[in-house]
């Protein structure tokens, strides 16, 4: 259901309790389990010439100057989080996520076989600094309204009515979904964030007339696009933009 909780994707998971691992916000083994979540396991290729598990892979990552980590949650056209060089920004949008590690000059990207999953280290640039959150929410939320009024104008709620749903369902405030030592505002941001890109993805992912009888014009099935896409792309950037935001004892 799309008025359900979201779960954070997995960078945003390892990003963030990483970080707060490495500030003194959370125990080690807090932290794995947070970022395993319903999987089986995660190890990281990379960091030595076997695969290391999640605890010791945090470990040698620290102790290779990595003394936080932020998610990268990018899309074809949209590289939100995403620094360079090309060969890594080419693998993170085809994973359609990704963690940089700043200062290290390293940056993790998931491959995902069964309940497993694998990071792969490979070189990566410092992301470019993220927009600041309290902008990051303005737009976000501005541009949920717009969306909100454009497909209204386009009777979302004939061709889609879960994304109607979905959209209405916005206006409740979501569970925190990031480590201790973010913020409220983070965790709002984030919260909201996860919601709004979950709609967005869910209806450009299965954008058929034929699950209704609905029938519109290319004109109009443009225009949705349009509408969601961007709705897309406000959500990823705030996402990394309140994952950005270091985490503290508060």
């Known amino acids: 259901m799309l008025d359900a909780p979201v779960d954070a994707p997995r960078s945003v998971r390892l990003a963030c309790w990483y970080a707060a691992w490495a500030a003194g916000l959370a125990s080690l083994d807090d932290a ?21 598990a999640l605890v010791l892979a945090f470990g ?14 990018p899309a074809p056209g949209e590289p939100a989080g995403l620094g360079g060089p090309p060969a890594f920004n080419a693998e993170a949008i085809e994973a359609g996520e990704a963690v940089l590690l700043p200062g290290s000059g ?42 909100s009024a454009r497909l209204a104008d386009l009777d979302v709620a004939r061709w889609r009515p879960e994304a109607a749903q979905g959209l209405h369902a916005l206006r409740t405030a979501g569970a ?18 996860l919601r709004c890109l979950a709609v967005a993805e869910h209806a450009l992912g299965d954008d058929s007339d034929s699950v209704t009888s609905y029938t519109v014009s290319a004109y109009a099935a443009a225009e949705r696009r349009a509408a969601l896409a961007t709705l897309s ?16 004892q508060h």
């Open 106 to 147: 390293l940056g993790l990207v998931p491959t995902v076989v069964g309940a497993g999953v694998t990071w792969r280290v490979l070189a990566a640039e410092a992301p470019p600094p993220a927009a600041d959150v309290a902008e990051a929410e303005l737009l976000l939320r501005e541009t949920l309204l717009e969306c």
């Open 233 to 248: 792309r406000a959500a990823r950037r705030a996402l990394v933009a309140a994952c950005s935001v270091p985490p503290r």
């Open 32 to 52: 794995r389990d947070h970022v395993l979540g319903d999987d089986a396991a995660h190890d990281v290729l990379g960091l030595s010439d076997d695969p290391v």
């Open 176 to 193: 925190a979904p990031l480590a201790p030592g973010f913020d409220a505002r983070s965790q709002r941001v984030a919260a909201l964030a």
């Open 60 to 73: 040698k990552l620290r102790a290779r100057a990595a003394p936080t980590a932020v998610p990268a949650v």
